[in-house]
């Protein structure tokens, strides 16, 4: 562990100890506390072999969350592949304000939830654990990332309260009305591309990271139709680039049907989480 530790660090991973736990607890099958409680544990050859080969893989920038199959988002496991984005923890902030929310609002004390472009699953499989008398459906508009939702859903004991839709943005919806309406959608601009690091570059599905010239190619639609799906009282939010800031503002200033857009920060200070409340 401390020479993996090393090694990945050298290689310029982020969280390398994490990242090595995660490593020999999947290789060995047991949880990282094991690591831990069970130092004295011999390792097979079959085991060191495969340890070696996931750790130089994982020095070459392969995401470890694809590596073992799984991601830990907001006390949950996840299972993820290369078919989905890995969850991030600024998207527990987005998870984190509705949980909260809809606990101090009467109006929205079983609310159903329009999770636009789920991937993972990872915000309606949240929901659904955290808010116990709510519904949610979620859409994406690729067919692989639905599978993975749904089997993380099943896993996770939600299943009976989500509902899985294919299709673009707020098609699969039709003319139905949430409580909220929530989307992490891909917002890296093109200028900022090229500045991602090559783990995320090379590896995640640009499908649900690139937002087109600006980053605003999908959060632009979220915003402007988000009156046609939203009850009132109801709310808007959505994850933004912390660089999106002023013109995620602008836009639900300016967007009919909306009041009170407001951004809040994630764990890292970083403004992230545009809300917006239904007129």
């Known amino acids: 562990m401390t020479w993996t530790t090393k090694y990945l660090d050298k290689n310029g991973l982020d969280n390398p100890r994490l990242a090595a736990e995660m490593l020999l607890a999947h290789v060995i099958g047991v949880p990282r506390l094991r690591l831990y409680t069970d130092r004295d544990r011999p390792a097979n050859d079959l085991e060191r072999a495969m340890f070696r080969n996931l750790v130089e893989r994982a020095a070459a920038h392969e995401p470890v969350d694809y590596l073992v199959g799984y991601a830990p988002f907001f006390s949950l496991q996840l299972k993820v592949d290369a078919t989905v984005l890995i969850p991030r923890p600024s998207t527990e902030t987005l998870v984190e304000h509705v949980i ?129 799906h939203l009850e009132y009282p109801g709310q808007l939010v959505v994850e933004i680039a912390d660089s999106q800031k002023t013109a995620a503002l602008q836009l639900a200033e300016n967007a009919t049907g909306l009041a009170n857009p407001h951004v809040i920060a994630d764990h890292e200070g970083l403004p992230r989480t545009l809300i917006a409340n239904s007129v």
């Open 100 to 228: 909260q929310h809809a606990r101090r609002s009467p109006e929205f004390h079983a609310p159903v939830v329009a999770d636009i472009g789920t991937g993972s699953g990872a915000i309606a499989v949240a929901l659904a654990r955290h808010v116990p008398h709510c519904r949610v459906v979620a859409t994406d508009v690729s067919p692989d990332a639905l599978k993975v939702a749904a089997a993380n859903a099943d896993a996770l004991n939600v299943a009976d309260r989500i509902e899985f839709r294919a299709g673009d943005l707020f098609a699969p919806l039709k003319t139905e009305k949430f409580r909220y309406v929530i989307s992490n959608p891909p917002y890296i601009s093109e200028d900022e591309w090229s500045r991602v690091p090559a783990n995320v570059r090379e590896y995640e599905p640009p499908l649900a990271l690139r937002g087109g010239l600006d980053g605003l190619q999908f959060v632009r639609p979220l915003i402007k139709s988000a009156r046609d």
